[in-house]
């Protein structure tokens, strides 16, 4: 195992090569850096789990990652306390990424086709063309972390199924769990692979028995992620989703052809586009269908792959659904699944398609010899090893030009539709500025505290009656008190943004506003905090329970 780990970090180097140097680089979603310094401000605040970013939507805040998957930037809360810079932090997360998704893809090939399996299986995965698109062309964090849990889920259950045993139960939970806190829409694209993948080897192994554990383990991933899965199932209704799926995000514009997923020998670092005129690539790449083809047209000859004929005949089919999702003639499969909707692009059922295309690649680790192997990764890396570099690099990028000027402007208002509070009929053209404005009435303010999650100031208010209004969008969840009395906050107030009002009289007022937890929050806390400490104590008593039992042998002198 250990040879195989350092082989998979020596196969990596070329894809994680550029981001081990200073610097920084042009992306098409480039919030990485933002999304990261929003998630570590809520830390600082204590806004846990973090849900509102005060900085976002020009400034007047919006609930980002009370609808936006936060696993990726949690890692990266660790990359910061160590001392890296938020720029740095996000190409951290980036290797730590490549790093799980290649170890993972690993694990699940050797499964099947031994250790050499597993090592082409892991090149494969990790070198697929869309994989470097994910994260070098488009800065899809979260779908290009997606990816790594995967072969996690497909290995875990399996585990789990084969053997019976209840050790697997808390992994498989967690492997399901990560993929839902990675993005939420990968998971439902999965999820009817994934039962598929579940009830083949359930009657495969005839192992009834395991239908309890594997039910006990969806219930337990669902508690581990309910923090985040029920306020956007709930609270949705709170936010302009609608702007996810119309304009450029309809899912019309989007599909490929043929000769796009197999035959287009292109790259670029352009866009999606109606037709198959896309300036970027979406290829599944040549070696990715020449050796599954390859692998198929053995399978009669070859004892070796014979005996697993069931298992690529599955992913076979596997592939072919997946690729024919991202064809046009799907178009009444898409309308007919309304949720589908939400996935925006076709193509990215290719995240599925280089999955399991890369899982029967590994199958030549069972019909080429030790010998050949090498040149087929090498091979491999030629072909595709050059796709997994930016376009653009900045040497000198450092957060504070990151986070100043103009680029701080975009930041801010990059994706302002995006989850903006449904009071807020339109964005704000101009940037928040002040932190409370007197709008009728005169007075003055002196800003005593601003976090992310409450705020305090001193208003002295010098007419008869005023009105005051926070510079921040109103959402479930904000409160306010007056002088240490709650006031009832009516967000239709302001017909243009949805900010919140309040009444004063003359005199100096206390006041405090705080963005606390809904019912559904509430429940989602506390659900994911009892599956969190459960499966903490389980972990922990799994690995440590056999020396204490060994510890208590000698104490007693057996």
């Known amino acids: 195992m250990k040879k195989d780990v350092l082989l998979l970090c020596l196969i990596l180097l070329p894809a994680v090569s550029w981001l081990v140097q200073p610097g920084y680089f042009t992306m098409h979603d480039d919030l990485q850096a933002m999304r ?5 401000k809520c830390l600082k605040d204590g806004q846990i789990p973090c849900r509102w970013s005060q900085d976002l939507g020009f400034g007047f805040g919006y609930p980002l990652f009370n609808f936006y998957p936060p696993l990726p930037y949690l890692p990266g809360l660790i990359f910061i306390r160590l001392g890296l810079s938020y720029l740095d932090t996000v190409k951290a997360v980036g290797i730590l990424g490549f790093g799980l998704t290649a170890f993972f893809m690993y694990l699940l090939g050797k499964q099947f086709w031994g250790r050499l399996g597993g090592v082409v299986s892991s090149a494969f995965y990790t070198y697929a063309p869309y994989h470097a698109l994910d994260f070098f062309v488009r800065g899809a964090m979260n779908e290009f972390w997606a990816m790594a849990f995967y072969p996690a889920i497909f290995f875990t259950s399996y585990k789990l199924i084969e053997t019976s045993s209840k050790k697997w139960i808390p992994l498989l939970s967690l492997s399901v769990a990560a993929l839902m806190l990675s993005h939420n829409l990968m998971f439902m694209i ?9 009830i083949f080897w359930w009657i495969r192994f005839k192992s009834f028995k395991s239908l309890f554990p594997l039910a006990v383990s969806s219930f337990w991933a669902a508690g581990l992620a309910a923090f985040f899965t029920l306020p956007v199932i709930f609270e949705q209704k709170f936010a302009h989703v609608e702007t996810l ?3 450029y995000f309809n899912y019309l514009s989007h599909f490929l052809d043929i000769n796009q997923i197999f035959f287009r020998n292109y790259w670029g670092y352009g866009e999606s586009i109606y037709g198959p005129g896309d300036t970027m690539s979406f290829s599944l790449g040549y070696l990715h269908w020449l050796v599954p083809l390859t692998v198929l047209l053995l399978l009669l000859f070859v004892k070796k792959i014979r005996k697993l004929w069931y298992l690529i005949l599955l992913l076979l089919l596997f592939t072919l659904t997946s690729l024919f999702m991202s064809h046009s003639k799907t178009t009444p499969i ?8 939400f996935l925006q692009f076709p193509w990215r059922f290719l995240t599925l398609s280089v999955f399991f295309v890369s899982l029967i690649s590994g199958a030549a680790g069972l019909l080429l010899s030790r010998k050949i192997i090498p040149y087929l990764l090498l091979l491999l890396l030629l072909l595709n090893a050059n796709f997994f570099r930016p376009r653009l690099w900045h040497p000198d990028a450092t957060d504070t030009q990151k986070f100043s000027g103009d680029s701080w402007r975009m930041q801010v208002t990059s994706g302002i539709f995006d989850y903006l509070p449904v009071w807020a009929p339109l964005p704000p053209p101009d940037p928040a500025g002040d932190d409370v404005n007197i709008i009728t009435g005169r007075g003055i303010y002196s800003r005593l505290m601003k976090k992310t999650n409450r705020q305090r100031y001193q208003i002295f208010i010098t007419t ?7 510079q921040t969008f109103y959402f479930p969840g904000w409160r306010i008190w007056v002088d240490g009395r709650e006031v009832a906050i009516d967000p239709s107030r302001d017909k243009f943004l949805g900010k919140m009002q309040v009444d004063l009289t003359s005199g100096r007022h ?5 963005f606390t937890n809904t019912p559904v929050r509430t429940v989602g806390n506390a659900l994911s905090l009892v599956s969190w400490i459960a499966l903490l104590f389980v972990l922990l008593s799994n690995k440590y329970a056999p020396s204490l039992r060994d510890r208590s042998r000698l104490a007693q002198g057996v």
């Open 36 to 40: 990261q310094l929003q998630m570590d």
């Open 190 to 198: 999965f999820t009817p692979f994934f039962l598929l993948w579940i």
């Open 245 to 247: 799926v119309i304009g």
């Open 334 to 341: 898409w309308i007919a699944v309304s949720p589908l909707k």
């Open 464 to 470: 008869p009656t005023a009105v005051a209004e926070l």
């Open 510 to 514: 206390d006041l405090i506003a705080r």
